[in-house]
């Protein structure tokens, strides 16, 4: 899914944070503060008591703390100014779900990919779709705004205009619309389609399988069609490529010593 | 606020309330006119600063213009069923069966008690959920879509006649009622005449209000006006070259049909139509 922006909480968030990484950095150390569009589930946000969490935030702790000894401390940036706001010295990274595309890449320089997010098909139980070809014709629900839209929309040109999309405001009445048959499919990235179809859609929905994106760019890919491979990366200015090394060399470790993989069953079960 | 004044105005009362009177006038003159300058000014730097007239070009067809289309089409089919519905819940809110009444009464309270973005949810997720997964129609969101502006609209336009036909001395249907009519032909010929005239001004701007009400359709995932914009927007993170059709596209509807429903009035009004009864 590509990020929204969330403006509410910003301010007490940052100031929250930003007196936290004072109380804690006191050691001497350089502080890296990491720019993130909180809350972002489940990648950035707070549990009840006010504890920032998520996937970004424990990878953040493993590479910045653990690996590479530097305090961090995040700092709330409304998503749509993200760039800009690294560009300006605001912070020194992005960690935000932020998926490496070339627009991007003409501002900022992606570190090595830590999380790679799949468009996806699902479709009910019954459903005799089992490739894209079999798409043709009917109707797919996407999320207004998203990648899964965008990749639908470029699906349909794929099937020379044969497709229809029905754009629901939030993706839960994608999903209500495939189990009360006005979809035949939703189109969205596999992390959060599969909470779905493991959980309240169970036996009554299934992800299309086959091999498709991701099997083509030779990834370690998932049994089931991806229309699309989206990895996310930490964006750096472009003139920090020393520390943008580090970093690489810091994901690199934690993805060989497990902490990666013990950090992503943490999050996305399954 | 100032005694002087007071005191002045006790004086001489017919002078200080012309001058009060030109005072006023002028204050209003000055205050529309700095409004409507600030608008212009507002409007001219959207127009020639803001809007990106090759993008306008690009998106004014297809995707607005069937946009625009759909929504006429589905203000039309709601427009008339709602009427018509609401002929219905309005005779039935003044029946004097108590039954029919209060039934009507509970019907109104709901659909005008509770949201229609609440009752469009009901009616496309929550109705078809009881078939589950075996709900026979498809394309539902636009069914779902006229049925919900149908029920919703039909209780405004209920409630506005009710308040028609109340505005009718209770004398008219007795002396109907005494001449031997029945109280259907007491209705349809005395007090419904009336009753429609007397509102007419409510039911009209129902029907305005139900032409904006399709904006919530965006989340039924019909491709209306607000879908539009929210498409382009999110694909070009440019606001006001959406917004200015988007604003064109409601005012060419709400506008004229804003001319229909006075006309409407004018008609149905003796005072200005000579008279024919």
Redesign the interface.
Known sequence: MDRRSYLKSAGATGAALAAAGCLGGGGGQETIQIGSDIPYRPFEYETTEGELVGFDVDIAEAVFAEELGYDYEFVNNSF?TIIPSLNNENFRVIMSAMTINDERAEQVDFSDPYFTAYQTIVV?EDSDISSTEDMRGV?V?VQ??TTGAAAAQSLKEDLDGELEI????QIP?AF??L????VVAVINDNTVSAEFVNGEGEG?VRFVEGEGAAAEEGENAPPYLTLTVENYGIAFRQDDDEFREEVNGALAAIREDGTYDEIYSEYFAG | MATDTGRTADRDRGVLEQLNDRAFRRLGVVGTSLFALGVVLFIGYILLVRVDYALLVEIVYPQFTFAFLRVIGIVAISSVLSVIAGVIVGLARVSRTRLTSSIAKSYIEFFRGTPLLFQLFVIYIGVPQLWSGSFPLEQFNYYAAVIGLTLNHAAYVGEALRGGIESIPDGQMEASRSLGMSYIQSMREVILPQAWRNSLAAIGNDQVILVKDTSLLTVLAIPELLSAFRQINSSTFDAWTPIVLVAIAYLMITVPLGKVIRTLEERADPATHGGDD
């Open positions: 749509d009910r109707r629900g207004k705004g029905n754009e629901y405001d009445d209500s619309a189990l009360n048959n006005q009554q």
